[in-house]
């Protein structure tokens, strides 16, 4: 039987398979794998494809024979030439599916990588001596039943001799299934994947693949090392891996649903619709909602500068509000919403947990093991963090890296990697007292470092304001939707209706998915100079107030929301109103966060606490405490208090920046009610 494939795979390398070999020839060892598109034996000969994914075993041992005799002339050493079957479409089940029904059988996932292990050497052809008559023959591991007796004394003392055997390398890998090919809140969970020889180090944690492999199952052992009796382990015995783009859009789209999606883009109102489809169970917040539907779009991607540096595409948002203002709500709806999201709490997730990590654990026998955090994992996504502002100092300095350059480092233990964190980021968190305080300065009420907030695109504050027509309406909304979800349940059949969302929320992910797969907008010259006028113009006021509204920084933030709102019209032109709509929210983030107590609009509210009107404050208060110290030889808190006062800073501002300076150290107190500067060494 086994000559009988062995002839047909003969013919079948003779046919498809010329190229490939001639390529093992002059490159032998370095490549020793032939891919075979299981789809072209399958044209071949459909039972010879069938019995290969029924009983691999035989097939594959029947393949390396076949290909063996292709290389006659190639002296092989200890290498083995290995038929890398790809591309089967047979046995194709979801990672938390494969079971028992698969054993044996060789089946085909599409996974993501979530934690690899290092390289250990496995016995491939082991030598087995007699310790006691010395001797000694050779079996293949994985094949060849051992022996307990020594087959010339008959005695218990066959053992294995490491010198003489042969090894290859092996690596564990596990992987689960990619997040946009589950639904609702199906957790989760990893297959165990040994890959041997030269697949080792092909891959690393976040990479999305099409892995081939033969199910196979061990002995289960507890954790005293002990084999448990009728249990068993699974594990995928590695065939082929084929890297697959790991993309947000990979969601498949049928003809009549794509003639649907091109129908709904040519609506005039199409953004309107899809801002009123993100959370309806939420009453308002409609610029927040305008700029978490242009987060699920993002900017263009794959944008390179003259010196080769990214251009990131994806947009971060922050949103800092009141307890009970529907933030979590806001994050849980938009993580469902997209085809590749995921949802974090800051309180509870650890840096490796949301970045990545290099550990000793179990899963490498006590090596070190690369694993993926949730930015990895959620990378051509969107990542929802909640609480973001209780995540741990360590953790947030990951995050500087991930939220600018979108790749996280490890380096621990002599592992050094790189992973791609292409995702964008939705972060929700608590003014630091609990509620906003209008009378301090917004970053002063955020616990969340100056350097990461500058790396939001935009930040929307969601104040809890008691407004009677506002109430009213929130009341209202909330009552409503809770009536109709209980008379759903107690199948009432006439009960007031909730207003449905424009747009269906299955429709709408394919609706983003296909533009972020197919539109990718290009900036028109109305539309830069849209943005540039917006700009200049602003920077001309920060001049003449003496405050900086705008950076250059939050120009790529404009052009990515002017591409997102785009992308969102399927239009292949960034037109003027859609850089007029990334403006609208850039004036409202200013407006709202960004106005000190005098009007102006200084960008340095938000992004380092120092704004103008507090460092003009801070150096009026220096400088008469200085003149008072030359004047009257002391400076009393009550004399600066009156010195101020003619300055327009009121009591409650001269003490507060007084401890301030204290604080930092620019002053001290040699005796009650009266402070001195401290004299640096450089004065």
């Known amino acids: 039987m086994l000559d009988s494939i062995k002839s047909k795979f003969d013919d079948f390398f003779d046919l498809y398979c010329k190229e490939g070999i001639a390529d093992i020839i002059t490159s032998f060892p370095d490549k020793r794998s032939l891919d075979i598109d299981v789809k072209q034996l399958s044209r071949f000969d459909p039972d010879l494809a069938s019995e290969l994914v029924e009983n691999p075993d035989t097939i594959m041992e029947a393949a390396v024979l076949a290909l063996k005799g292709k290389l006659a002339d190639v002296d092989l050493k200890d290498y083995e030439p290995h038929p890398r079957f790809y591309g089967q479409t047979f046995n ?15 089946i085909m996932l599409d996974s993501l990588v979530v934690k690899r292990s290092e390289i250990n050497p496995k016995v491939k052809m082991g030598t087995y001596k007699c310790t006691y008559c010395g001797y000694a023959q050779r079996f293949r591991v994985d094949k060849d039943e051992i022996p307990e007796l020594c087959p010339q004394c008959k005695r218990h003392s066959l053992k294995p001799d490491p010198k003489d055997s042969q090894f290859i390398n092996l690596q ?22 040994w890959i041997e020889d030269d697949l080792v180090n092909k891959i690393i944690p976040g990479d999305r693949i099409e892995l081939t492999g033969i199910l196979r199952i061990r002995p289960r052992r507890n954790q005293r090392g002990k084999i448990e009796g009728n249990l068993y382990t699974m594990f995928l015995d590695t065939v082929a891996i084929t890297p697959k783009q790991k993309e947000f859009a990979d969601i498949n789209i049928t003809e009549e649903e794509e003639r649907q999606i091109l129908e709904l883009s040519k609506s005039p109102d199409i953004f309107e619709k899809i801002t009123k489809s993100m959370a309806p169970s939420i009453y308002g917040y409609d610029e927040i909602k305008q700029a978490t539907a242009l987060q699920l779009f993002g900017g263009t991607p794959g944008k390179l500068l003259v010196d080769g540096g990214a251009i990131r595409a994806d947009m971060h948002i922050l949103l800092i509000g009141d307890p009970g203002s529907a933030k979590t709500r806001v994050l849980q709806a938009v993580s469902r919403l997209v085809p590749k999201g995921i949802y974090v709490s800051g309180k509870s997730v650890t840096g490796g947990g949301m970045t990545a990590v290099a550990e000793r654990d179990e899963f490498s026998e006590g090596g070190w093991t690369l694993k993926a955090g949730a930015l990895v994992l959620a990378s051509g996504g969107i990542c929802a963090i909640d609480e973001f502002d209780k995540i741990g100092d360590e953790d947030r300095a990951a995050l500087h890296e991930a939220l600018e350059s979108q790749t996280i ?40 470092p100056t350097t990461l907030l500058s790396r939001f695109d935009l930040i929307f504050p969601i104040k809890d304001t008691m407004d009677i027509e506002q109430d009213k309406n929130i009341a209202s909304h909330i009552l409503l939707q809770h009536q109709a979800a209980g008379a759903m349940l107690a199948e009432v059949q006439e009960y007031k209706q909730v207003e449905r969302p424009p747009i269906d929320a299955e429709l709408l992910r394919r609706y983003i998915a296909y533009a972020k797969k197919n539109v990718h907008p290009l900036l028109t010259e109305e539309s830069s100079n849209k943005i540039r006028e917006y700009y200049i113009d602003l920077r001309q006021i920060g001049q003449k107030s003496g405050a900086p509204a705008i950076t250059p920084r939050q120009i790529e933030g404009l052009i990515r929301m002017a591409e997102a709102s785009a992308k969102s019209r399927l ?44 460092v003009d ?46 604080r930092i150290g620019d002053l001290y107190r040699p005796r009650a009610g009266v402070v001195k500067l401290v004299k640096h060494e450089n004065e």
């Not at 194709?92 to 059988?105: A, M, N």
């Not at 305080?437 to 955020?446: G, L």
């Open 92 to 106: 194709t089940p979801l990672v938390q599916d494969v079971g028992s029904s698969f054993i044996g059988k060789m």
């Open 172 to 193: 564990k890998i596990a992987v689960q299934d990619p997040l946009e090919r589950l639904r609702g809140n199906t957790p989760t969970w990893q297959l165990e994947v």
């Open 409 to 448: 480092s490890v380096a621990k233990a002599g592992i050094v990697a790189t992973f791609t964190a292409k995702a964008a980021v939705l972060a929700a968190a608590n003014p630091k007292f609990g509620r906003f305080d209008p009378n301090v300065y917004p970053a002063e009420q955020f616990d969340i």
């Open 571 to 614: 239009s292949k032109r960034v037109e003027v109103s859609d850089a007029e709509l990334a403006i609208a929210l850039s004036e409202y983030m200013l407006k709202t966060l960004a106005v000190d107590r005098g009007g102006r609009r200084d960008i340095d509210t938000i992004l380092t606490g120092m704004p103008r009107e507090k």
């Open 617 to 662: 404050r801070i150096n009026s208060i220096t400088a008469i405490i200085r003149k008072l110290e030359e004047t009257e030889q002391s400076a009393k808190i009550q004399r600066i208090v009156e010195e101020a006062g003619r300055e327009g800073i009121d009591e409650g501002t001269v003490n507060k920046y007084i401890n301030e300076l204290e």
